[in-house]
């Protein structure tokens, strides 16, 4: 069983940046792309970003510029680095692992955690 965990949400004022963690199984880290969603309350899970095996990235254009992924091979952990904090970056954001590059299917996933961005 494949399991991806999530670390790093919590309760944050708007304006304030978090850094989410996603933990991958190796063997998974070093042969699938890691990609990010959230969910926000009431809506669909919707793609946040991704990174590829090769740390080759893409992002949903609308957090371009606020959000970063990237990737730490020693550690085969998957962050996701938020800032500019806004109320409706409010979610559970799930981490997700999946190939081929660039359209992974996704089909291992972690848990979720939960990010909330008070006003």
């Known amino acids: 069983q494949v399991q991806l965990v999530e670390s790093g949400g919590g309760l944050v004022q708007a304006g304030d940046s978090v850094r989410l963690a996603c933990v991958v199984p190796?063997?998974?880290?070093?042969?699938?792309?890691v990609g990010w969603f959230r969910q926000a309350p009431g809506k669909e899970r919707v793609f946040v970003a991704a990174i590829s095996w090769v740390a080759t990235t893409t992002y949903a254009e609308a957090l371009k510029g606020r959000f970063t992924i990237s990737r730490n091979t020693v550690k085969n952990t998957v962050y996701l680095q938020m800032n500019s904090l806004k109320p409706e970056d409010t979610a559970i954001y799930y981490c997700a692992a999946g190939r081929p590059w660039p359209a992974p299917n996704f089909e291992y996933w972690g848990q979720g955690t939960q990010v909330i961005v008070s006003s």
């Open positions: 190796v063997r998974i880290f070093d042969n699938y792309a």
